[in-house]
C-alpha cells in the first residue's frame, strides 16, 4: 500500500491525497480558503476533483476502470474558537477548531482535547459543578498542551503552497528533516519547542542540495 500526497493539486491552496484503507481508499482534494489568492478567479472544486481522478488514471496511479464512489465535501474550521466551553458544555477536536492549519489535520488535536475534555468533565461531576466557571479550566489546558503549537502553524497557512514543492524535495532528500516535520504535523513532537531545530534542520538541507555536500 502506498500513500499518495499532491501539493497544489491543479494549482490550488491545498493538496491532493489517497489514503489507501483496508477494502477501499481514500481520495480526495483540499483547499484553505484562507490562503487562497483573492486576486484570481476561484476554482470549481468539483471540477478540480474530476480532473484530479483523470491525472490519477492517465498517471496510472489508478485504474482506467476506476470509478469513485460516495464523493462528499466539507467546510472546516481550522483555526481554534475563541472560546471552547460553557454551562455544561466542552467543544473538542473539529467543532473547536482544533485542525492543523496547514496540513488539514485534526485526529491528535481531537484525541488529546478528548482526553483533556474528560478529565475536566470528570472533576466537574465529583464537585457537583458543571457551570462554565469550573469548565474554563479546560480551555486553559489545551492551550497550554498545544495551543501555541497551533498558533504558530496559524501563521504560516496564508503562505500555503509559496515554496511548498521546494520544501517537500528537501524533505525526500534530508529523512531528518522530514521526520521533524512529520512529527511536528503529525502531533507527535512540539513545533514549539522543536522549532529551532527544525529551522535548523533546513537550513542544514538547504545547504547541502544546494552545494551537493553529504554529511
Same mark, same amino acid.
Given at each position: 500500500r502506498i500513500l499518495h500526497i499532491f501539493i497544489k493539486i491543479k494549482d490550488i491552496a491545498g493538496y491532493g491525497w489517497i489514503f489507501p484503507k483496508k477494502n477501499y481508499i481514500n481520495i480526495g482534494i483540499g483547499e484553505f480558503e484562507s490562503a487562497v489568492d483573492k486576486s484570481k478567479p476561484k476554482k470549481n472544486l468539483k471540477e478540480v476533483y474530476s480532473e484530479y481522478i483523470s491525472t490519477l488514471k492517465k498517471n496510472n496511479i489508478l485504474p482506467k476502470d476506476f470509478k469513485s464512489v460516495k464523493t462528499k465535501g /466539507? #467546510? &472546516?474550521?481550522?483555526?481554534? &474558537?475563541?472560546? #471552547?466551553?460553557?454551562?455544561? #458544555?466542552? &467543544?473538542?477536536?473539529? /467543532?473547536?477548531?482544533?485542525?492543523?492549519?496547514?496540513?488539514?489535520?485534526?485526529?491528535?488535536? /481531537?484525541? #488529546?482535547s478528548g482526553e483533556i475534555a474528560a478529565n475536566v468533565i470528570s472533576g466537574s461531576l465529583e464537585n457537583q459543578h458543571t457551570s462554565e466557571i469550573y469548565l474554563s479550566k479546560y480551555q486553559k489546558l489545551w492551550k497550554k498542551e498545544f495551543g501555541k503549537d497551533l498558533e504558530i502553524f496559524g501563521r504560516f497557512n496564508k503562505q500555503w503552497g509559496?515554496?511548498?514543492?521546494?520544501?517537500?524535495?528537501?524533505? /525526500?532528500?534530508?529523512?531528518? &528533516?522530514a521526520k521533524l516535520v512529520i512529527g511536528a504535523t503529525g502531533g507527535q513532537i512540539s513545533i514549539s519547542r522543536y522549532k529551532s531545530i527544525i529551522i535548523l534542520r533546513y537550513i542544514f538541507a538547504l545547504i547541502k542540495d544546494r552545494f551537493g555536500r553529504e554529511k
Open positions: /466539507a #467546510t &472546516l474550521p481550522i483555526f481554534p &474558537l475563541e472560546k #471552547t466551553f460553557a454551562d455544561r #458544555t466542552i &467543544l473538542c477536536g473539529d /467543532a473547536a477548531g482544533f485542525i492543523n492549519p496547514i496540513t488539514g489535520e485534526g485526529i491528535y488535536y /481531537a484525541m #488529546t509559496k515554496n511548498s514543492e521546494q520544501f517537500v524535495k528537501l524533505m /525526500a532528500k534530508d529523512k531528518k &528533516l
